[in-house]
């Protein structure tokens, strides 16, 4: 019997012929990372280990992220802890603020992670990367301490389930859309410990932006990781940036998967998941006229180009509702760099927006855009848990940026058809 | 090993940031982070909690984040062990490298009440309840996980396959 992608590179990584779902076995990582909030704790642990260098410096990245510009002392010191080991290691990988950028969007920008690798990041969303065809996935500091000192790690081999996306998607409904109707569909617990494989047709219709804010979202279902085979649109994206040759794996056909999901992305409408779960997934239609003080757009969910023009679109000549505010934060540099060359970042100040340097802070209720007692947000980003963005008592919608920009105009939720009429749909 | 305190009941889903909230995120101290743990999700739980209670919980506890602060918190508040339904995958490997003890067991949140007296016997296999003289039987860990518990955790086994890797000139 054959294996699926996520076996196959396992398989890989692990140096045998073939692995089983729930068997444990040992990978060597390709590529590894922590932020400014798991690399101080790693760092810790790593020297804990008696631990006297990195298994290969140039497959080692530390990217300020979370607390970055510096909110307060103490978030100054982690980074100055992570700073010190990057200077003492010798890093060269080593992003710090101005050159940093939200670290999902930046390494594989960069090239550091391609298809075939084995990526272990400090930061849940690290199953982002799944989307270049690499098996890709969070863990916390200790393990990357493991991975830092050893260059691998033990996993569960996970099993796989296949979503199989048919048909092509309506106007205003992006990836976005299609990863949070299928974690609505599942449960937040829905892909626990599992393989989370994205195949069909309507993924061709997809740019890599899309395919990462899907992938990005594995996590949101508990899946170990999310994947997708690495087709002409992915090696487009990768032969410019990749560091490193690259090797493209493919299920097998006869590979035993857990179970199969199709959808018809056809018969969908933009969605939002209400507070506060990301499983709480309806049409946007039906909490239109819900009251919005916030929105944000950026994260590595939908903080990408391809982002920023879809809500540049939306906001191009209209303003911000008098009594909402919209934070837009750039992913990375890079991103910042092509959203102001194409004026975008121009249309997003003309509608009355903020627009920040690349940081996390944001989501994480970290700082920029904290919330107070009752206020809603609708997010871009990938979580509304209570308290997720300030006050416990604040609510989060999460979005597509199409949506959260028409928020922005409308003051309230509302389906972006409903606010530019006049516009042809992307 | 064997652990014994009161119950506190949780519900399905508990999230990390409910655990700990990323505004804490800039210590990481266990003290400071216990002093905050379970502040959005109730914020009176952590002043109820004495050393060696044991929580018991739903399913996918630990969803989430993969901040590694959250078990850390909930050791630092001196819980003995979190029993649940089911765990979600990064906050289970975290809670064993940090040695906070992580029992599944299916029946104990139908049938615990909030302030029983309860058990953990990781050696038998069972959570006991001392209150209503049931137990309920564990799902074992997968024997790699126990391994790891074992023998002291991902920092001995890192230092021990480095020690290795020394002494054999070969690659760890």
Redesign the interface.
């Known amino acids: 019997m054959g294996m699926t992608l996520t076996e196959q590179i396992l398989a890989a990584h692990a140096g045998v012929p073939r692995v089983t779902p729930g068997e ?1 076995i040992e990978v060597r990582a390709d590529f590894v990372f922590a932020n400014d ?2 690399a ?2 790693a760092i ?2 790593f020297e ?4 006297r260098r990195v298994f290969d410096p140039e497959r080692v990245a530390i990217v300020f992220d ?2 970055v510009p510096a909110k ?1 002392i ?2 100054a ?2 980074c100055r802890i992570a700073r010190e080991f990057a200077r003492r290691h010798h890093l060269p990988h080593f992003y710090d603020v101005g050159r940093s950028g939200i670290a999902h969007v930046l390494l594989a920008e960069e090239g550091f992670v391609v298809p075939g690798d084995v990526f272990f990041g ?3 969303h ?1 199953c982002n990367h799944g989307a270049l065809g690499a098996f890709a996935t ?6 990357l ?2 991975a830092m ?4 790690l ?1 996993m ?1 081999v996970p099993e796989t389930v296949r979503y199989e996306f048919r048909g092509r998607l309506r106007p205003w409904v992006t990836g976005k859309d299609l990863i949070l109707h299928v974690i609505g569909d599942i449960g ?2 829905g892909g ?2 599992g393989a989370m494989e994205f195949v069909g047709e309507a993924l061709q219709d997809l740019t890599m932006d899309e395919r990462f804010s899907i992938t990005n979202m594995a ?1 949101e279902a ?3 990781n999310g994947i997708m085979e690495a087709d002409e649109t992915v090696l487009a994206w990768v032969r410019p940036r990749a560091r490193r040759p690259w090797t493209v794996y493919r299920s097998d056909p006869d590979a035993r998967v857990a179970g199969v999901r199709t959808y018809d992305v056809s018969t969908l409408e933009p969605v939002v998941a209400v507070p506060a ?1 990301p499983g709480n997934v309806v049409p946007v239609r039906e909490v239109a006229g819900v009251r919005v003080d916030q929105v944000f757009i950026g994260t590595c969910t939908n903080g990408r180009l391809e982002d920023l023009r879809l809500a540049a679109r939306v906001l191009a000549g209209r303003r911000v509702h008098p009594e909402t505010r919209l934070l837009v934060i750039p992913a990375t540099p890079a991103v910042y760099r092509q959203a102001l060359a194409e004026g975008l970042l121009q249309a997003f100040l003309d509608a009355g927006a903020a627009v920040s340097t690349s940081t996390c802070g944001p989501c ?3 700082h920029m855009g ?1 919330l107070a007692d009752g206020e809603v947000c609708v997010s871009t980003s990938s ?1 509304n ?4 963005m300030g006050h ?1 008592q604040s609510r989060v919608y999460l979005a597509n940026p199409a949506v959260a920009a028409a928020a922005a105009v409308a003051g309230r939720l509302v389906h972006p058809a409903d606010v530019v009429r006049d516009l042809v749909p992307a | 090993m064997q652990l014994r305190g009161r119950a506190h009941l949780l519900g399905d889903h508990v999230d990390t940031d409910g655990i700990i909230p990323a505004r804490y995120l800039v210590t990481t101290d266990p003290g400071e982070l216990a002093r905050h743990c379970f502040e959005d999700l109730d914020p009176t739980l952590r002043e109820r909690i004495r050393p060696g209670d044991i929580l018991v919980a739903g399913q996918n506890f630990g969803q989430g984040s993969s901040r590694e602060h959250a078990p850390i918190a909930i050791k630092g508040l001196g819980v003995g062990a979190v029993v649940a339904r089911s765990f979600a995958g990064i906050f289970h490997r975290n809670a064993c490298n940090v040695g906070l003890p992580l029992v599944e067991c299916a029946e104990a949140r139908d049938r615990v009440r909030d302030g029983d007296e309860v058990e953990v016997d990781l050696t038998a296999g069972w959570v006991v309840n001392h209150t209503r003289g049931e137990r309920y039987a564990i799902t074992p860990l997968p024997p790699f996980m126990r391994y790891l518990l074992q023998s002291g955790g991902i920092v001995e086994y890192v230092r021990a396959a480095l020690a290795a890797a020394e002494a054999g000139g070969a690659a760890p």
């Not at chain 1, 969070?138 to 393990?143: C, I, P």
């Not at chain 1, 000192?149 to 691998?152: D, I, P, S, V, W």
């Not at chain 1, 848990?385 to 997720?388: A, D, N, Y």
Request: charged share 25%; hydrophobic share 40%.
């Open positions: 444990v909030i798991t101080p704790l810790r642990e804990r280990m008696g631990a979370h607390y307060d103490a978030s010191e982690q400090a930061d849940s690290s969070g863990v916390g500091s200790s393990d301490a493991a000192a050893l260059g691998r033990w569960r937040v617990d626990r410990y996590v508990g899946a170990m779960s994480i209720g970290g904290v979580r848990f209570v308290g997720r416990r």
